[in-house]
């Protein structure tokens, strides 16, 4: 990068620390601290809705997937706008009512507080290899467009976030979260763009010729088929999303911790369809952006004659980091600066969220709730966001080289999120179950989606969150059964 790429860089981070430091003065109880006193309107919640769900992942994973596959992976655009009606319509008026810290307390008062300490743990437990996978990634693009090492960016990332968030809380967190918006989208737009600039209608051309475009162009019959090994198709696209968004929107402490933000119900609400709206556009350009960078890598003769079908998938990523690192450099200077920015604000929106949220659930649902010796939330902030930020750098030589980043989130990290989703329907609106059921059918289900997500091969990568669920549903209702079973006859 030139001086002025890291001249911005530099000034984006300057920005950030002074948003923080500036929502110092407003940090003090945890009702201000995790919730900013119940007083952000539709704009903050929506954008910062959206960027917390957006980390480094996206940006390297779907380009990464356009590059290597085609566009089989857009099929879940439009999940966003599916996942958002019950979300504002059953989701949100619901919990909007409680007027609750941790929305795991519902299932302390539908079952008992072993389920809440069960699904605040599990919660927990998802954000850290969450938080730890979004560094990693966020790390290993922007080493490859900087040249810096790999463990030094994680470590930039992370500790700067904490930093942030230690000092301002959730107001400084959300209020980051709508600036690292306007920089993300900016440099995925002026990315896009430039990059159209230089191949011009070509990128098209080069794409369809390369097999980039199905399954809609040519049309791939596969892609309406029902066999659930195939990797991806319109089913699993839908589907298994679906339930992945559902998890991310109604059971993720991050995610909802910005409903009970709102200062009304109709400002959370608004806000989740911003980020639908925000999320598909964004998710559309970093499409095209890898549509884009095959073919300035068909330009460059960096294909065999299969047009690197037949690669491996981790090859095929490795091929595409580097294709997006010389297409970026080619920019003029400035532009590889806000690019690297926006990496940067991708992943330090998740990090300070997860963060937060830990922190928050930690604090309701363990400290106060069992009169555990009291430890400042500011405190608590810091060593979570440390100990995510070093569980990050064990991943460098943990994955290497072996698998993609896209295949890890889908089989392990949103799999993950699937038993905490069980757990909250069940909550909501479950009738025939009870505490001593779920209790021991999350635990069961928790193991029994670690082990499908491990061991259960092939099967589309979207499918692994249904399978997830399923196995944990099947296993909270049949240890209610069996409890309720033990329970009378012991009368």
Known sequence: MSPLDFCVFILYLIGVLCIGWASARHAGKDDEYFLASRSMGWLPIGLSVMVTSFSAINYLAIPSEIFGYGLYVVVSFPVFFLAAWPISKIWMPYFHNLHATSVYEILERRYDVRVRSLASGLFILWRFFWM????????KIMGALTGWPQWLLILLCGLIATGYTFIGGMRAVMWTDVAQFFVLFGGIALGTALSFRQNGLDVFRLAFDGG???????????????DPRIRITLWSGLIGTAVTFMARYGADQVVMQRYLTAKSLKAAQKGIWLNA??????????????????ANACRLGAFAADNGLSLPAAQRQAMA???????IRSFPAGVAGLIVAGLLAATMSSIDSGVNACTAAYVTDFQKRFQWRMISSKWLTLAIGIVSTLLALLLIPAIGKSNSVFAIVNKLVNGLGSPLLCLMLLGMFSKKTNSSGVFVGGIVGLFASLAISFWLKPLALQYYAVANLLACMAACYICSFLCGAILKKSR
């Open 132 to 139: 730890a996978t979004a560094l990693y990634a966020s790390g």
């Open 321 to 327: 980091l580097k294709q997006l690192s010389l297409l």
């Open 212 to 226: 980039r475009m199905q399954p809609f162009a040519p049309l791939d019959g596969k892609f309406f088929s029902l």
């Open 277 to 294: 709206l925000a999320s598909v556009v964004s998710l559309s350009l970093l499409a095209l952006f890898g549509m884009a960078i095959y």
